[in-house]
């Protein structure tokens, strides 16, 4: 009962056009050419753009404009000093053949909390939820049919004014492209944790979605990389100590059989698949843990034959199984995948809600109106 209200709300939410929005369309698609055999991550994009900028302390001039570079003053105040703020979503195409965009309001709350911290206006969801339904509707047939494959929605925002001293931007602008996706990952990864380095500290800005913390994590995974592994795990930045989040996902843990994953106190990306698999794991009746967990438990948990999965959630990444673990020259070897449980159990049943072969009882999808 919950979940139809809640769906026919949405239906009459989203369903309007947006006041004021500006529409220029290409005049030829691009879809044609593209190739979803040979699809690598995050580098093919569909063939429009919402765009709208803050002036005046105030969002205006929505547009949908085709697809193209943004013309930008060397003085750009974020190139400086940061002010910059993203998000990462997915569209997907259900097997009935109708779209849906899976749990954008929180995305939106998201977007807002990292604002606020690097002390940018908010964005009204008119223009962050009504740009983003207008903007799928336009490219819905980039919403690639394949099971495995999305349209991957980035929006972002960032500081326009320029100037280089140094203080909030007072102008800004916000946009959101889409770019269809296969898998980010085509295998269980091989992870390392960061021993050297930290990615985020307490009261830092660890928990929001802003692009320095991930320019910050460039220098150690590229050495990492170096060494042959695929991404870093990051531990807390006061005693690096207790396991915190991978490059690009949160973590999950089996030790026996409970799941355990980081709390979320200021220094991890609220993850909203994390969230998904939380709740999705509850309700399968696993017993699942939020709290700190240290890297000696991890290790200690392997070594007494207790560390049955490990995984990494994020929109990207989706349930991305870890293969083995380093730490400081030892490296744990986890089971093979087929044979985790929890793992498999929770990434099969978030791609069966979004691709609609299963009930969503969460109200998770958001349809994408024609
Ligand atoms: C996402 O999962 O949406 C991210 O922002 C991470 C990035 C690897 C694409």
Excluded at 9 to 17: C, D, E, V, Y
Excluded at 235 to 254: C, P
Excluded at 258 to 276: F, K, N, Q, V
Aim: charged share 25%; net charge neutral; proline share 5%.
């Amino acid at each position: 009962m919950y979940f139809c209200e809640t769906f026919n709300k949405r239906i009459f939410a989203l369903n309007h056009t947006m006041q004021g929005l500006h529409t220029t369309r290409v005049e030829g698609s691009r879809l044609p050419q593209i190739d979803f055999d040979n699809l690598p991550f995050g580098s093919t994009f569909a063939d429009h753009m919402f765009v709208c900028d803050y002036r005046d302390g105030k969002w205006c001039d929505p547009r949908i404009l085709p697809y193209q570079s943004l013309s930008l003053s060397p003085a750009t105040s974020a190139l400086h000093y940061g002010q910059s703020i993203f998000e990462g979503l997915k569209a997907f195409r259900q097997n009935n053949g109708r779209s849906v965009v899976f749990r954008p309001e929180d995305n939106h709350k998201r977007m807002n909390k990292s604002a606020e911290r690097l002390c940018m206006p908010a964005i009204g969801k008119e223009f962050f939820m009504d740009g983003l339904m207008e903007l799928l509707r336009i490219d819905e047939a980039w919403i690639p049919k394949p099971q495995g494959f999305s349209l991957y929605v980035r929006p972002f925002m960032f500081a326009t004014d320029e100037y280089v001293g140094i203080r909030p931007s007072e102008n800004y602008r916000f946009v959101i492209f889409c770019c269809p996706v296969g898998r980010y990952y085509q295998s269980a990864i091989h992870v390392k944790v960061s021993d050297d380095y930290v990615r985020a500290f307490p009261r830092g800005t660890g928990y929001a979605k802003v692009a320095g913390n991930y320019a910050a994590g460039m220098m150690p995974l590229k050495m990492a990389r170096q060494q042959g592994f695929d991404q870093l795990v990051w531990l807390d930045g006061r005693e690096m100590k207790y396991v915190e989040e991978s490059g690009t996902m949160n973590l999950f843990f089996q030790i026996d059989q409970t799941l355990i994953t980081p709390i979320a106190d200021g220094t991890i990306l609220e993850g909203i698949t994390r969230d998904s698999v939380i709740r999705m794991a509850k309700d399968a009746g696993y017993k699942v843990e939020v709290r700190k967990i240290s890297i000696e438990e991890v290790f200690e948990a392997y070594n007494h034959g207790r560390l049955l999965d490990m995984f990494g959630t994020g929109t990207a990444a989706t349930v991305a199984p870890i293969s083995s673990v380093t730490y400081k020259g030892f490296r744990m070897e986890l089971r093979p995948t087929q044979e985790r449980d929890i793992s498999q159990y929770l990434g099969k049943q978030l791609e069966q809600i979004r691709t609609g072969e299963i009930a969503d009882p969460y109200g998770w999808n958001v349809p994408v109106m024609p």
